[in-house]
T-cell receptor, first 113, second 114 residues
Framework: ETGVTQTPRHLVMGMTNKKSLKCEQH?????MYWYKQSAKKPLELMFV???????ENNSVPSRFSPECPNSSHLFLHLHTLQPEDSALYLC????????????FGPGTRLTVT | AQTVTQSQPEMSVQEAETVTLSCTYD???????LFWYKQPPSRQMILVIR??????QNATENRFSVNFQKAAKSFSLKISDSQLGDAAMYFC???????????FGKGTSLLVTP
């Protein structure tokens, strides 16, 4: 248990659906991240938030929309996804300064049908 | 862009033996951080060990140690006295000094046999 939780753990959605992934951290961290983990590929950074402000968007398609209402919560809103978006979506948090460790959540296994 | 290469998709080690996982990276920067993360079958990624590039001394955490060769841009992980619980995917990662993002390698799947 790393102090970062993600819900749901598994999600199956159609291409026309709208769903949201939720991440919560109980560590008092200031930075939060979304990563995508696909089979046979390195983890890909999607978004970074620091003090609720988005600091990085790694050329992610607009069908993925992040939201960070406060430093403890991070959402990933999904709409009109494609089958190739099926992957494990990992959330992470870190103190937000210096050489800090990122703490990962257990991930949401997303399947787009 | 920085790239991280893990050339061993799979490795196997017997319990109590030692195994070394390889990692190389490409960067033009002189100050950065390197990490090894472990992802067990439960999928929660945890940090195993980290190394600051400005430190010449190799990092050590109990049975885990690294061989950091800055000039060669190599960062291997040695696991001593391997245990069944060490079985997992191991990811090497790079972070530049002035950023937040981790750049990961594709991972090495470690199997530990009794």
């Amino acid at each position: 248990e790393t102090g970062v939780t993600q819900t749901p753990r598994h999600l199956v959605m159609g291409m026309t659906n709208k769903k949201s992934l939720k991440c919560e951290q109980h560590l008092g961290h200031n930075a939060m991240y979304w990563y995508k983990q696909s089979a046979k590929k390195p983890l890909e950074l999607m978004f970074v938030y620091n003090f609720k402000e988005q600091t990085e968007n790694n050329s992610v398609p607009s069908r993925f929309s992040p939201e960070c209402p406060n430093s403890s919560h991070l959402f990933l809103h999904l709409h009109t996804l494609q089958p190739e978006d099926s992957a494990l979506y990992l959330c992470a948090s870190s103190p937000g300064e210096g050489n800090d460790e990122q703490y990962f959540g257990p991930g949401t296994r997303l399947t787009v049908t | 862009a920085q790239t991280v290469t893990q050339s061993q998709p799979e490795m196997s080690v017997q319990e109590a033996e030692t195994v070394t996982l390889s990692c190389t990276y490409d960067t033009s920067e002189s100050d950065y951080y390197l990490f090894w993360y472990k992802q067990p079958p439960s999928r929660q990624m945890i940090l195993v060990i980290r190394q600051e590039a400005y430190k010449q001394q190799n990092a050590t955490e109990n049975r885990f140690s690294v061989n950091f060769q800055k000039a060669a841009k190599s960062f291997s992980l040695k696991i001593s006295d391997s245990q069944l619980g060490d079985a997992a995917m191991y990811f090497c990662a790079y972070r530049r000094n002035s950023g937040y993002a981790l750049n990961f390698g594709k991972g090495t799947s470690l199997l530990v046999t009794p």
